[in-house]
Structure formats: structure tokens, C-alpha cells
């Protein structure tokens, strides 16, 4: 195949990095248990096509990419322990962070 020929899917855009951190915090305030880490993608997917009305938005790898390489850039910058929770990690003001597009 040529991948030359294959359209590169779009960037995540400021809003919707945004509205996905803010996703991310809310699935995780609302765990019962503060060690139980884990994100539901397939909710955050479904719930970014309803808030930007898109029938096809960006998939459930490049989602958690951006998530993944975000929460290591956080950590670097904040100089937040690696063991530290998503939640705390999450609370160090990520809603700051200048994302670019």
C-alpha cells in the first residue's frame, strides 16, 4: 500500500483536547475506589461524537495517544512523582496546559 496515498486523519483540536481532559477527570473524581485507574474510552468516544455532533470522530488510539502523552508531559513539567494517580495527576491545573493544535 501507499501510504502517501492515505489521508491523514485530522489533529485533535484545542476544544476537543480540552473537553477530553475534562472527560478523563470527570470518569475518575466518580470512582469509588481512588486507586481504580481505569478510563473508559469507548464512553469518552461516544460522548465527544455528541458534544462536536460528529458522526465519525477521531479514533480510540489516537484518544488515548494524546491522553497518554499529555499525562507525560504533565509530569515532566510539574515534576510530579511517576507513581502519582491519574486524579492527582489530573488535578495539577491540566486544564492550563497550552496544548497546541
Known amino acids: 500500500l501507499d501510504k502517501s496515498s492515505r489521508s491523514q486523519p485530522d489533529a485533535l483540536t ?9 472527560k478523563i477527570r470527570s470518569q475518575l473524581e466518580s470512582k469509588q475506589n481512588p486507586n ?5 474510552w469507548k ?3 461516544a460522548e465527544l461524537r ?3 455532533k460528529k458522526d465519525k470522530v477521531h479514533s480510540e488510539n489516537k484518544v488515548k ?13 510539574k515534576n510530579i512523582p511517576p507513581d502519582a494517580s491519574p486524579l ?5 491545573k491540566t486544564l492550563e496546559y497550552n496544548f497546541q493544535d
Not at 88 to 92: K, S, Y
Request: net charge negative; aromatic share 8%.
Open 50 to 52: 455528541v458534544e462536536f
Open 14 to 22: 484545542k476544544e476537543e483536547k480540552e473537553s477530553i481532559i475534562k
Open 88 to 92: 492527582e495527576i489530573l488535578c495539577e
Open 65 to 77: 495517544n494524546f491522553w497518554h502523552n499529555t499525562k507525560k508531559q504533565i509530569l515532566a513539567k
Open 36 to 40: 481504580d485507574d481505569k478510563i473508559s
Open 43 to 45: 464512553i469518552i468516544i
